[in-house]
């Protein structure tokens, strides 16, 4: 029997469908269209595992949907502006322009190896000036809209990477891309003011069904809508200074309050500016990050001032008044209250300076007396020590009573609060789009005009100078507007601006005087499945969601408010680590191992090899599979078909050899299945009416349908291995060769979407002209003709047994007296009666 030549078809087979357009989208609007979208890769060089699962899920799903005739959109862009092409070019005398298109020329040939129906021709790269030409017209627009604006502001400064991250680009304190330790710094920034849809963007989570409920928790906290109070401290000590205000969530436990906690940028600080303790406190302050994480990790320290606040709800409790490092300005008023013992941030503060620790909650079961001591109690409770609060539930009853007392001695107020801040999105770097704002000699700043978009970025520049790059370009910064010099703004944009809006350009990727086009938006938009990792939860599709609402807002024409209507997040493909006897890291293909126990260098065959956990693969860690090497050696489907096996989508996957090499076998046996199933159809027989494929035909259809549906791929590979066993078998019946072709053209289409190349080529031997249709289940196939009885014996179960489906009572009583198991137990039993339940129970009372 010929082996499969995966190599010969798939080559074959990617150049039809290329040279044909196959994939080209549909420009019928009276059909119905199907969006799918992968979140777009950065290039980076080649492609990975990760970027494998990501696309396979995707195409598996845009292959079905076309199979069932949708208009489909289905398109490949590249991330293309950011650090690591700006550092690559450093580091290699390179331009980043042509270094990032490179990579775009080796990753699209990659990626098309296996074997993805992409629609090439509306691919876009964010570095082009065709692209970010409308990603200035959309800054400009906003800013017409009062949603840009600039603000000098401390703000996370990457040590290494010389850049401002917003708080979403900081991980546990440090530089999501150089894992460098935040600072904080003062600079001028311009900002998107996506805080004005804090209460529009949590709303709108609850609309979107078809999202992991574990994004749109994650989204929710990020968002962070809180209801509290702000309160006015009296305060003493300064003349100037009557009073500070605050924001709280937990006014119940101001009897607990022991010192008011200020931001070193705080207005009071102007008071203590000659003061060099001060100073270098403020100092030590700006090696901390701006973010909630970094100042929870850093040392808390203070610099105690002068004044004293008053207790709202007893003017005899007073306390000092702290500058501190872990207060931000822009949370509540640049203040907050310490209650030491409820809140693990104010314990630590207050056990370095010694200060007060008042326990005002006590855990609700508690007996006798209740103290914090070694950490702060931060769970629900009841209220003590609090005067008029004491016996209430916290923080339920208590602060609702404590914000009404606040309201009635005229102390502060009601209010919401959200933890969301603006976005800042200037970036001082070379490669990114350039932001279309223009200074004069004095720094007042103007638009530049739309007719002199889009400012290109220069070309062959030095970026080897110390900070932003562009600072250096005198020839490039200068701009005449209406005959007048300005100075173009140097800071480029955040790359999240690049990728909030590309689902969009999609839709009209060769518009000139727009980013979209009105008419393609209103049928495309909103994506219907959108596809990646869960690690973007935050960053990426929370500004996707803000630009939809500001593109949306004072726009009559705009009526998508959601950008993505499905979401999908793929688990990481994960393998082991490896290190060598000098700690330093090795990829699987310089270890080896004969027992799968042991395991060894390959250059140095008695030197031993530390094996690691199994993490998600990282070329810093070297635990990365070649996906190119793999396709080399297995071919494309075989490659698929693994990606989906092992475990659900939305799980992690360890990636295996041996399951590798399975996958390719089974794409052998395919191969031989077919060829025997052709050789029946040659015969031509007449043959006898079966109808045992017809029922499994159908039955499949309703399976593999529902399980693409729900995203079960793991299932439907589970699906194809059951049916290769079945047809394995069942072509040894002799079946009429109209019915078997039928049949198995049906179990073909059923497939295609995993392996498309192997099913392309059996749909071809098979000599169908015809335009291929995802198959419908036919009704009269689906209905169980046996049923799985339960017995019981006084109500306990006894037995299982298999009748056909809706015998009669008595027929279905004869049937089970028959088992010998029950005729056994009810043999020397009196039987008092028994109760059915059809086509699902006996139970037989006996005595």
């Not at 992690?652 to 046996?669: L, P, R, T």
Request: aromatic residues 12%; positive net charge.
């Amino acid at each position: 029997m010929e082996r499969y030549n995966f190599k010969i078809v798939e080559e074959k087979w990617q150049k039809f469908w290329h040279k044909n357009n196959f994939f080209k989208t549909d420009l019928d609007k009276n059909k119905k269209k199907f969006y799918c979208l992968e979140m777009f890769p950065y290039p980076s060089g080649k492609i990975h595992m990760g970027h494998v699962r990501n696309y396979t899920i995707g195409d598996v799903l845009a292959r079905y949907k076309r199979l069932q005739n949708y208009n489909v959109l289905h398109p490949m862009g590249w991330d293309s502006f950011g650090m690591p092409a700006e550092n690559a070019a450093k580091e290699n005398n390179l331009d980043p322009k042509g270094w990032t298109e490179k990579n775009i020329s080796v990753m699209k040939s990659q990626l098309k190896k296996l074997g993805l129906s992409i629609d090439w021709d509306r691919e876009i790269s964010t570095c082009s000036p065709d692209y970010y030409k409308h990603q200035q017209l959309f800054f400009l627009e906003l800013y017409d809209k009062g949603l840009v604006y600039k603000k000098e502001n401390y703000v996370n400064w990457d040590p290494i990477d010389q850049t401002v991250l917003a708080n979403e680009q900081v991980i546990d304190g440090k530089g999501w891309r150089s894992g460098a330790t935040v600072e904080r710094k003062k600079l001028s920034q311009w900002f998107f003011r996506i805080s004005k849809f804090s209460d529009e963007l949590l709303l709108g989570l609850d609309k979107l069904d078809k999202w992991p409920n574990k994004v749109k928790v994650m989204q929710k906290n990020w968002i962070g809508k809180s209801y509290g109070c702000e309160i006015d401290f009296k305060i003493e000590g300064n003349k100037s200074i009557k009073n500070i205000k605050c924001f709280t969530t937990r006014p119940d436990t101001l009897f607990g309050f022991s010192f008011l906690g200020i931001s070193a940028d705080h207005p009071i600080s102007k008071f203590y500016e000659k003061d060099e303790e001060f100073q270098k406190f403020k100092q030590d302050c700006s090696k901390t990050g701006t973010t909630e994480e970094s100042i929870a990790q850093a040392e808390k320290i203070g610099f105690k001032t002068d004044l004293i606040a008053v207790n709202p709800f007893d003017k005899n409790i007073k306390v000092p008044v702290y500058f501190a490092n872990f207060v931000l300005m822009d949370y509540g008023f640049g203040a907050v209250f310490g209650c030491p013992a409820h809140d693990q941030r104010d314990f630590e503060f207050a056990k370095k300076y010694n200060l007060p620790i008042k326990t005002v909650v006590k855990p609700k079961n508690f007996k006798g007396n209740f103290k914090v001591n070694e950490e702060a109690y931060v769970g629900d409770g009841v209220m003590i020590n609090s005067s008029f609060l004491d016996g209430l539930n916290s923080p339920s009853d208590a602060i609702s009573k404590a914000i009404e007392e606040i309201e009635e001695r005229k102390s502060g107020k009601k209010k919401i609060n959200f933890r969301l801040k603006d976005w800042g999105i200037s970036r001082q770097r070379y490669w990114g789009c350039p932001i279309p704002i223009a200074y004069d000699d004095q720094g007042n700043y103007i638009r530049v005009p739309e007719d002199q978009l889009p400012i290109k970025l220069p070309e062959n520049i030095n970026l080897k100078t110390k900070g932003n790059p562009l600072d250096h370009q005198e020839e490039w910064k200068t701009i005449k507007i209406e005959d007048k010099n300005y100075k173009l703004e140097t800071d480029t944009l955040d790359t999240f601006v690049d990728s909030s809006w590309y689902y969009l350009r999609f839709c009209s990727p060769t518009n000139e005087k727009y980013g979209y086009d009105i008419d393609e938006i209103k049928y495309w938009m909103p994506v219907d499945q959108y596809i990646g990792g869960v690690e973007h939860a935050i960053l990426h599709l929370l500004y996707s969601r803000f630009f939809m609402l500001a593109l949306n807002y004072q726009n009559k024409e705009f009526i998508s408010k959601e950008p993505f209507e499905g979401l999908f997040t793929q688990g990481m493909v994960c393998h082991e680590t490896y290190k060598g006897e000098n700690n330093n890291w090795l990829s699987p293909d310089e270890v080896f191992s004969e027992d799968g126990k042991n395991f060894f260098t390959n250059d140095n065959k008695k030197a031993k090899v530390i094996v690691g956990p199994s993490e998600s693969m990282s070329k810093s860690k070297k635990n990365v599979i070649d996906p190119e090497k793999i396709i080399e050696n297995y071919g494309a489907d075989a490659v698929r078909l693994f990606i989906l096996s092992d475990s659900p989508p939305e799980k992690d996957i360890q990636w295996s050899e041996q399951g590798m090499v399975a996958s390719y076998k089974f794409i052998n046996k395919f191969w031989i299945l077919h060829n025997k199933i052709l050789e029946k159809l040659k015969l031509n027989k007449k043959g006898l009416d079966h109808n045992e494929l017809d029922i499994f035909t159908n039955k499949l259809i309703q399976k593999i349908t529902f399980n693409l549906e729900k995203f079960n791929y793991n299932v439907i590979v589970a699906n194809i291995y059951e049916t290769y066993n079945f047809l394995i078998k069942e072509i040894e019946k002799d079946y009429k060769a109209e019915v078997l072709k039928e049949n198995y053209l049906k179990i073909l289409t059923l497939i295609m979407p995993v392996m498309p190349h192997i099913i392309s080529e059996a749909v071809k031997d098979l000599n169908h002209t015809k335009k291929i249709e995802w198959p419908k289940a036919d009704a009269k196939y689906l209905e169980e003709k046996f049923v799985n009885i339960v017995i019981q014996i006084n109500g306990k179960k006894k037995s299982l047994i298999k009748i056909k489906k809706d015998l009669k009572d008595s027929e279905v009583i004869n049937k089970i007296k028959k088992d010998e198991k029950i005729s056994n137990i009810l043999s020397d039993k009196n039987l008092l009666k028994h109760i059915i339940v059809k086509n699902r129970l006996v139970n037989f009372i006996v005595k």
